[in-house]
């Protein structure tokens, strides 16, 4: 008996030190964004609403980087430790709802962590083409990321996201071919010449340094540019 709870505790903790969301009353973290959403004013005629969904490489994008999204109208809708089934069950309220006319979708890594427990690459994608589909149907225009590179996971060693990212990557570019979405290569760009992030961008090997979101603001600000005068679009 003692042994279980020891476990529990040892489990919790380490569930609370990752951002894993565990809630079973809130599997998706609905409440995260829920009060927020509701004094969100609908976008005036001519503002070019965007909204960031994504896990904690969103979620620290703000923190790290505030100003980008309080010059430009971007809201962030990111929520650390989530993967993509996640953030299907609350695609709805943080994007649809919000009436965007454009979604940077950046998600897949946590998954391939088995943050929710275990899911293939096909899983991944499934649950990217929805998001992407329900979006396309409400109008909105879907900018769909590459995964940064990693080399390993710090809170789960040796499931090789090296050689699963590149390969998880590949799908999502081809679904982005087949379906005319834009897809954003992140992953080249931030790469080294193991599949891992380069040093200068990274603070643990998955997330961002300022300088590392700096690139990415670059690169994400010029496709939102391409899906706005409709280059390359859905």
């Not at 565990?22 to 509701?38: P, S």
């Not at 954003?184 to 603070?203: C, H, I, Q, R, V």
Request: hydrophobic share 40%; charged share 20%; glycine share 6%.
């Amino acid at each position: 008996m003692k042994k279980t709870v020891i476990f529990k505790l040892l489990f919790m903790s380490l569930i609370s030190l990752f951002g894993l969301q565990v809630n079973a009353q809130d599997w998706a973290n609905l409440k995260k964004y829920k009060a927020e959403n509701a004094t969100l004013q609908l976008p005036s005629k001519h503002e070019s609403r965007v909204v960031f969904m994504g896990n904690s490489i969103t979620q620290q994008w703000k923190e790290k980087d505030s100003v980008f999204f309080q010059v430009n109208p971007y809201i962030c809708r990111g929520i650390s430790g989530q993967t993509t089934p996640q953030m299907l069950l609350r695609f709805r309220q943080d994007v649809v709802e919000l009436q965007p006319k454009v979604v940077v979708i950046l998600a897949g890594t946590n998954d391939i962590a088995g943050n929710t427990g275990p899911s293939t690459l096909e899983m991944i994608m499934n649950n990217l083409a929805s998001m992407t589909e329900i979006a396309k149907a409400n109008g909105i225009k879907v900018i769909l990321c590459s995964i940064l590179p990693a080399y390993d996971y710090p809170w789960r060693k040796g499931l090789e996201p090296n050689i699963k990212i590149p390969k998880m990557n590949d799908l999502i570019k081809d679904y982005c071919k087949k379906t005319n979405t834009f897809y954003l290569d992140y992953f080249s760009a931030m790469a080294d010449d193991k599949n891992g992030m380069k040093p200068e961008l990274t603070t643990d090997g998955v997330h961002c340094t300022l300088q590392g979101y700096k690139l990415m603001e670059t690169m994400v600000q010029e496709a939102i540019s391409d899906v706005l005068k409709n280059k390359k679009t859905n």
